[in-house]
């Protein structure tokens, strides 16, 4: 672990992508077997490679308590040490590089062991003892990079592209074999034994082995898209969830965009399947729906995040899978097909009512486009998705070959009400931001943002609340209501996690208005409305998602 990270530093120190390349690709040309699918999976900043469900369950609080009783230092001056540094592995190394050093960290294996019995820790008691003992066999460098993997936040520039590129490079391999190789196996580390060994075509789509989702950017309007390509199709940019559906003719299984496993939460899509009798892959999104009618995402983010929806619950959201590509078929990878073809091949099966096809329509134009987002918005939908007809599938991609265009985001002017220290770039500085509307003689909180301000906005409003602080709570302060930012946000949902009741959907900062006064801030009736009429049915709104 202590050569782990000493490349992590040294890769942190520069911006050049091509020197990091180099730098990993020496470090990962060198590892042992048994130790170089580890490394490639913790280069990625995560515990577990991406197809895995499990997690380490380990938070900020847990690792305070562990850095605090190894260390000797009380909890304020571990909180003291944070707020400049703004993480958490950067906070352990400080605190543990002040006690007597052991003669060798935890190795690689050691971490992967440690991770594996975290994941499968009933109690946070448990765990904060395998904390305990890990830190303390731990040197002050090795434990940083322990703490950073542990809470997903590596920080050191390196993205899976960069580690796929790395493996290329260390092992002479062709870049878009390793890339082909991990996207259908979902795995860093096996992606890179492959390399190592010269066998990355032994990698194949599997089932029950979930895909990276293909992305789309986002364009402003119809000129925009027509600019990149001639022809398009159409699709309704659906309000729901990115769902992939694995079948094997007998058994059926979902799985979200970020690989989990969710068919118990919507039990009700795999049982219509039944024996389908044929194998396949759809990718799709699935939607709170009732009588051909969407509910909105609202009433499906109560199904959200449950083991198991009880039989109420199941009837009063009910939902369906609109599936819009067909991505292997009968044991045969589609991937590389043209979306014209893939989506003929999707037309050809037979669906059972939870499940459909959306329909697709070519566009040619500015009037086709804007007709088929109008005719979208009118249906409930969010936008419209422009797919290139000759376009393969490219899982994790964001590219130009789909589009997506949405409707004008609603704003709402809001007040901050708590600022909190951010991370990486932003450690010292008070940069997310907790805000609220007006309810009567009271604010209600209804969200949290940090992006959209610049580097200018956020100096000026650190030194702004640190002046207004009334109290300090750790990892921020509270404040004096008197910053009015304008908020753009993509929906509102229920929330238990604000006193309003309600949060804002993907908040973002518009603007800082200085030339506003807090009298003038939005009110909870109007975010009330915003959500009674975003496509909630009536009487369908549930209590907190």
Same mark, same amino acid.
């Given at each position: 672990?202590?050569?782990?990270?000493?490349?992590?530093?040294?890769?942190?120190?520069?911006?050049?992508?091509?020197?990091?390349?180099?730098?990993?690709?020496?470090?990962?040309?060198?590892?042992?077997?048994?130790?170089?699918?580890? $490394? *490639?999976?913790? /280069?990625? %900043? !995560?515990?577990? @490679?991406?197809? #895995?469900?499990?997690?380490?369950? =380990?938070?900020?609080?847990?690792?305070?308590?562990?850095?605090?009783?190894?260390?000797?230092?009380?909890?304020?001056?571990?909180?003291?040490?944070?707020?400049?540094?703004?993480?958490?592995?950067?906070? $352990? *190394?400080?605190? /543990?590089? %002040? !006690?007597?050093? @052991?003669?060798? #960290?935890?190795?690689?294996?050691? =971490?992967?062991?440690?991770?594996?019995?975290?994941?499968?820790?009933?109690?946070?008691?448990?765990?904060?003892?395998?904390?305990?003992?890990?830190?303390?066999?731990?040197?002050?460098?090795?434990?940083?990079?322990?703490?950073?993997?542990?809470?997903?936040?590596?920080?050191?520039?390196?993205?899976?592209?960069?580690?796929?590129?790395?493996?290329?490079?260390?092992?002479?391999?062709?870049?878009?074999?390793?890339?082909?190789?991990?996207?259908?196996?979902?795995?860093?580390?096996?992606?890179?034994?492959?390399?190592?060994?010269?066998?990355?075509?032994?990698?194949?789509?599997?089932?029950?082995?979930?895909?990276?989702?293909?992305?789309?950017?986002?364009?402003?309007?119809?000129?925009?898209?027509?600019?990149?390509?001639?022809?398009?199709?159409?699709?309704?940019?659906?309000?729901?969830?990115?769902?992939?559906?694995?079948?094997?003719?007998?058994?059926?299984?979902?799985?979200?965009?970020?690989?989990?496993?969710?068919?118990?939460?919507?039990?009700?899509?795999?049982?219509?399947?039944?024996?389908?009798?044929?194998?396949?892959?759809?990718?799709?999104?699935?939607?709170?729906?009732?009588?051909?009618?969407?509910?909105?995402?609202?009433?499906?983010?109560?199904?959200?995040?449950?083991?198991?929806?009880?039989?109420?619950?199941?009837?009063?959201?009910?939902?369906?899978?609109?599936?819009?590509?067909?991505?292997?078929?009968?044991?045969?990878?589609?991937?590389?097909?043209?979306?014209?073809?893939?989506?003929?091949?999707?037309?050809?099966?037979?669906?059972?009512?939870?499940?459909?096809?959306?329909?697709?329509?070519?566009?040619?134009?500015?009037?086709?486009?804007?007709?088929?987002?109008?005719?979208?918005?009118?249906?409930?939908?969010?936008?419209?998705?422009?797919?290139?007809?000759?376009?393969?599938?490219?899982?994790?991609?964001?590219?130009?070959?789909?589009?997506?265009?949405?409707?004008?985001?609603?704003?709402?002017?809001?007040?901050?009400?708590?600022?909190?220290?951010?991370?990486?770039?932003?450690?010292?500085?008070?940069?997310?931001?907790?805000?609220?509307?007006?309810?009567?003689?009271?604010?209600?909180?209804?969200?949290?943002?940090?992006?959209?301000?610049?580097?200018?906005?956020?100096?000026?409003?650190?030194?702004?609340?640190?002046?207004?602080?009334?109290?300090?709570?750790?990892?921020?302060?509270?404040?004096?209501?008197?910053?009015?930012?304008?908020?753009?946000?993509?929906?509102?949902?229920?929330?238990?996690?604000?006193?309003?009741?309600?949060?804002?959907?993907?908040?973002?900062?518009?603007?800082?208005?200085?030339?506003?006064?807090?009298?003038?801030?939005?009110?909870?009736?109007?975010?009330?409305?915003?959500?009674?009429?975003?496509?909630?049915?009536?009487?369908?709104?549930?209590?907190?998602?």
């Amino acid at each position: 672990m202590d050569a782990f990270a000493s490349v992590a530093d040294e890769v942190a120190a520069t911006t050049r992508k091509l020197e990091k390349r180099s730098i990993l690709a020496a470090y990962l040309r060198e590892l042992a077997p048994e130790s170089l699918p580890i $490394a *490639a999976v913790f /280069l990625t %900043g !995560r515990p577990f @490679p991406l197809s #895995s469900e499990r997690t380490v369950n =380990v938070g900020g609080a847990l690792l305070r308590e562990a850095v605090v009783e190894v260390t000797g230092v009380s909890p304020k001056e571990y909180d003291a040490a944070y707020i400049p540094l703004g993480d958490a592995g950067d906070t $352990a *190394a400080q605190l /543990l590089g %002040g !006690r007597e050093q @052991p003669a060798r #960290s935890l190795t690689l294996e050691g =971490v992967r062991r440690l991770c594996d019995e975290l994941a499968a820790c009933p109690t946070a008691t448990e765990r904060r003892a395998l904390l305990i003992g890990a830190l303390t066999a731990c040197r002050a460098p090795a434990a940083r990079y322990l703490v950073k993997i542990l809470t997903g936040a590596l920080r050191i520039g390196v993205q899976e592209s960069l580690v796929e590129e790395a493996l290329a490079e260390a092992f002479g391999r062709d870049p878009d074999a390793v890339r082909q190789a991990n996207m259908l196996l979902g795995d860093i580390g096996r992606t890179a034994l492959l390399a190592r060994e010269d066998r990355l075509t032994d990698a194949r789509l599997a089932l029950f082995r979930p895909l990276k989702c293909m992305l789309a950017t986002a364009v402003d309007g119809p000129e925009e898209a027509l600019g990149i390509g001639a022809e398009w199709l159409a699709e309704d940019k659906l309000d729901g969830i990115r769902c992939q559906l694995h079948c094997d003719g007998a058994e059926t299984r979902l799985y979200s965009r970020t690989l989990d496993e969710i068919t118990r939460q919507f039990p009700e899509v795999a049982a219509g399947l039944g024996g389908a009798g044929r194998e396949f892959v759809c990718d799709g999104e699935l939607i709170a729906a009732m009588d051909g009618e969407q509910l909105g995402f609202a009433q499906l983010a109560r199904r959200l995040g449950r083991k198991g929806p009880d039989e109420a619950l199941t009837r009063a959201v009910p939902v369906a899978l609109v599936v819009f590509d067909l991505l292997a078929l009968d044991g045969r990878p589609l991937l590389a097909e043209p979306l014209g073809e893939r989506r003929v091949r999707l037309q050809g099966l037979p669906l059972p009512p939870l499940l459909r096809a959306t329909e697709a329509l070519p566009v040619r134009d500015v009037a086709g486009v804007e007709a088929a987002f109008g005719a979208a918005l009118a249906r409930g939908n969010e936008g419209l998705m422009l797919k290139d007809p000759r376009s393969t599938y490219q899982p994790g991609r964001r590219g130009r070959a789909w589009l997506k265009l949405k409707r004008p985001l609603a704003t709402l002017d809001v007040v901050v009400v708590a600022a909190e220290f951010g991370h990486g770039r932003r450690r010292g500085l008070l940069s997310d931001y907790t805000f609220a509307v007006r309810d009567g003689e009271r604010l209600a909180t209804v969200g949290k943002a940090y992006s959209g301000v610049t580097a200018r906005e956020i100096a000026f409003l650190t030194e702004h609340f640190r002046r207004s602080a009334v109290e300090d709570f750790g990892p921020g302060v509270l404040v004096v209501p008197s910053i009015v930012l304008e908020v753009a946000f993509n929906g509102v949902q229920r929330s238990g996690r604000h006193n309003s009741g309600f949060a804002l959907r993907f908040p973002r900062i518009k603007r800082v208005r200085l030339d506003k006064p807090v009298a003038e801030i939005d009110t909870l009736d109007r975010v009330r409305r915003l959500w009674e009429t975003q496509g909630t049915r009536e009487g369908g709104a549930g209590g907190p998602a």
